[in-house]
């Protein structure tokens, strides 16, 4: 069978799609396409099927239904799957997991089936996924391309048609991303709506998991099992439309040093909200030039924390890019890490004040579409695109990924809804509407 480009939750619940032949499709494609991909570290087949096949029977016996029942998912090899290696993209860690992540349990008690465990560049610590210990991952619409990090698997799975949803980490950027470069939607939600346990961190403070799937409704489906997986269904309750939804449009920063083409198309983007109703704002956000230094200090602090004593007793374990970037926190002095924790707090005080007089800030994900593997130095490029992403974890805002067009020669190009804390629905809600104006999330590479 073909993959459903769209709706499959919907197809499953009403029984017009099964669980197995859904999940056999998926494993024929990953044995066709993803050997050149490189989207998947390990693939449970045979516990899927199982697991397909036990949704199936509980659907025909009229048992209730969660959420997510008899989708096929994915879960970045950063997050615990009992009885599977955590990765992690390194070397470090090859023995399987003791038990589901607090994530991965609420998903298989909305129904989800558990496909396979998906790349991601070594550690989570960077945006190329070139990796030495396991496989490269790449873009899905260009093999010669990145698909961004660290959740490259993620991205590239769902583009390629290899699961329905998937679930990712994000700390500066990291489900945006590969969202934007693979031309898929996501959100990273409002800290600490889905618990962190059992998932190896990048950073203790800004570190959340986040769903990644074809659109922003299906995030949503997603984000209400992370929460609450006996839930009632959040598509329900999404905004049916924008009128009146006041959109914030920052006048610098967030567009300076931005390909034309990318500041276009998001531009494109709001045209089309403020023509379905909803009032353009032309908004500034104050210390947003010092955002990426700050969230590099604090990141930078954090991640060599975590992996200090493996640096210091296992260099050559890592990938030379990922230790020569770790490495960069070992030069953050306590004062300067308690200086750029005031400025967060700074930052993040007067960036939640703008939402007093706008819903919602929309902005390019990435200042350019997926850059060559060749022209990827991991430091180099993180920096590159994690410009516009830094700024929403800093401020602790919700903020959903999703595509709004192609350059030129065929990339993705992704926008950013950000909104104020706690409202993870009208961020959701306004990429929806927006797709279903526009055709971007439905496009397929060929």
Request: hydrophobic share 45%; with cysteine.
């Amino acid at each position: 069978m073909n993959v459903p480009v769209a709706g499959i939750p919907a197809l499953l619940a009403s029984g017009e799609l099964s669980s197995v032949e859904l999940t056999r499709a998926y494993l024929e494609r990953i044995d066709r396409f993803d050997g050149a991909l490189g989207s998947t570290f390990a693939v449970m087949a045979a516990s899927a099927l199982a697991e397909a096949a036990v949704a199936d029977a509980a659907r025909a016996a009229g048992a209730p239904l969660g959420l997510l029942h008899g989708v096929p998912v994915g879960f970045k090899d950063n997050i615990d799957v009992a009885g599977v290696p955590t990765t992690v993209g390194s070397s470090f860690f090859p023995e399987p997991a003791r038990r589901d992540a607090a994530s991965v349990r609420r998903l298989r008690a909305a129904g989800a089936v558990v496909l396979a465990k998906l790349a991601l560049h070594e550690l989570a610590y960077g945006v190329t996924c070139v990796n030495r210990h396991v496989h490269d991952c790449r873009n899905a619409w260009d093999l010669q391309r990145i698909p961004g990090g660290s959740s490259a698997g993620p991205g590239a799975a769902l583009a390629a048609d290899l699961c329905t949803i998937a679930l990712g980490t994000d700390t500066g950027g990291s489900v945006r991303i590969p969202a934007a470069l693979n031309g898929v939607s996501a959100l990273r939600p409002t800290p600490g709506r889905v618990p962190n346990d059992g998932v190896f961190p990048v950073s203790w403070t800004y570190d959340v998991v986040g769903p990644l799937a074809r659109s922003a409704e299906d995030v949503a489906l997603a984000t209400a099992a992370l929460v609450d997986p006996g839930g009632a269904d959040p598509r329900e309750r999404l905004p049916a439309g924008v009128r009146g939804l006041r959109v914030g449009v920052p006048q610098a920063f967030f567009f300076d040093d931005t390909d034309p083409e990318i500041v276009t198309a998001t531009l494109h983007a709001v045209d089309v909200l403020c023509a379905a109703g909803a009032i353009r704002v032309a908004i500034d956000v104050p210390g947003a030039e010092r955002s990426h230094e700050i969230m590099r200090t604090l990141i930078w602090s954090e991640a060599y924390a975590v992996h200090r004593r493996r640096l210091a007793e296992q260099p050559e374990r890592f990938g030379d890019d990922v230790r020569r970037r770790l490495l960069l926190g070992e030069a953050v002095s306590g004062a300067d890490y308690a200086a750029a924790r005031a400025a967060a707090r700074v930052f993040a005080r007067s960036t939640q004040r703008l939402f007093e007089r706008i819903d919602v800030i929309v902005a390019p994900t990435t200042g350019a579409t997926a850059p060559l593997v060749a022209d990827s130095e991991t430091i180099a490029t993180t920096n590159r695109l994690t410009r516009a992403t830094y700024a929403w974890s800093l401020a602790g805002l919700p903020t959903v990924a999703a595509p709004c067009g192609f350059s030129s020669d065929g990339l993705p190009i992704g926008l950013q809804v950000a909104a104020a804390p706690g409202a993870d629905a009208v961020a959701l809600g306004a990429v929806a509407a927006y797709q279903r104006d526009t055709g971007w999330h439905l496009q397929r590479p060929r």
